[in-house]
């Protein structure tokens, strides 16, 4: 990320003799990370203290320390010295935003079954900026397997938000399966996944009923006599 440089500086240069001074030339011995302005004043009265010339560290620097040695030259061959330094901080990491979702599995039913309290998927903000939610939907296998309920527009760093998810109910012998996919901030996605089985229903059993041939009988044997 670009770094803008600060403000420049401007110190100070006191004439402290008894006669005028002319500045020749105000120099800097890093002068690609300190720069110095050429529009200062060339002549300091006697007595008198000049800050127009100015002093800057140059843009972009990468993190460090840096320092440099700051030579004006004056009365055709003068010279007086001081130090500049300047140091740069390693920038704060831009927040960050994060969803986590944790998966949901319905116990086993048998066909004929009745259909299952709604469980919660639990969608975590685990970054350190806040989430706009863009869209839910379940896809995958067997999204018609499953309703999903809820509507969530913005997760805050480190809070939570649930979706509820159910079995349809009059599904048949077999494993469901879909995946809850959350777009979020723009394009970016976190997702999860619900399962469901179905086992086969119990078959009754058939049910013989007995019957007595015992007064068929007895009349076929009157009429034979």
Request: glycine share 8%; proline share 6%; charged share 10%.
């Given at each position: 990320?670009?770094?803008?440089?600060?403000?420049?500086?401007?110190?100070?240069?006191?004439?402290?003799?008894?006669?005028?001074?002319?500045?020749?030339?105000?120099?800097?011995?890093?002068?690609t990370r300190f720069i110095?302005?050429?529009?200062?004043?060339?002549?300091?009265?006697?007595?008198?203290?000049?800050?127009?010339?100015?002093?800057?560290?140059?843009?972009?620097l990468a993190a460090g320390?840096?320092?440099?040695?700051?030579?004006?030259?004056?009365?055709?061959?003068?010279?007086?010295?001081?130090?500049?330094?300047?140091?740069?901080?390693?920038?704060?990491?831009?927040?960050?935003?994060?969803?986590?979702?944790?998966?949901?599995?319905?116990?086993?039913?048998?066909?004929?079954?009745?259909?299952?309290?709604?469980?919660?998927?639990?969608?975590?903000?685990?970054?350190?900026?806040?989430?706009?939610?863009?869209?839910?939907?379940?896809?995958?296998?067997?999204?018609?397997?499953?309703?999903?309920?809820?509507?969530?527009?913005?997760?805050?760093?480190?809070?939570?938000?649930?979706?509820?998810?159910?079995?349809?109910?009059?599904?048949?012998?077999?494993?469901?399966?879909?995946?809850?996919?959350?777009?979020?901030?723009?394009?970016?996605?976190?997702?999860?996944?619900?399962s469901f089985t179905v086992?086969?229903?119990?078959?009754?059993?058939?049910?013989?009923?007995?019957?007595?041939?015992?007064?068929?009988?007895?009349?076929?044997?009157?009429?034979?006599?």
């Amino acid at each position: 990320m670009p770094r803008n440089p600060p403000s420049a500086s401007s110190p100070s240069r006191a004439n402290t003799g008894s006669a005028a001074a002319t500045i020749a030339s105000v120099s800097s011995s890093d002068p690609t990370r300190f720069i110095i302005n050429a529009t200062g004043s060339t002549q300091i009265a006697a007595g008198a203290t000049d800050t127009s010339w100015t002093i800057q560290p140059a843009a972009n620097l990468a993190a460090g320390t840096y320092g440099a040695t700051v030579t004006v030259t004056y009365d055709g061959g003068k010279t007086v010295s001081s130090t500049v330094s300047f140091v740069v901080k390693e920038s704060a990491p831009a927040p960050v935003s994060e969803l986590v979702i944790g998966n949901v599995a319905f116990d086993p039913l048998q066909e004929g079954y009745s259909v299952p309290a709604a469980k919660n998927f639990t969608v975590s903000n685990t970054g350190s900026a806040d989430v706009t939610v863009n869209s839910a939907a379940l896809i995958g296998k067997n999204p018609d397997a499953f309703i999903l309920g809820g509507t969530v527009t913005a997760i805050k760093a480190g809070e939570t938000a649930t979706y509820s998810v159910q079995p349809a109910g009059n599904l048949t012998q077999g494993t469901y399966a879909a995946t809850l996919v959350v777009t979020y901030d723009g394009g970016k996605t976190a997702q999860a996944d619900v399962s469901f089985t179905v086992t086969q229903g119990t078959t009754a059993a058939p049910s013989l009923k007995a019957v007595s041939y015992t007064h068929l009988r007895a009349h076929e044997t009157e009429a034979d006599l």
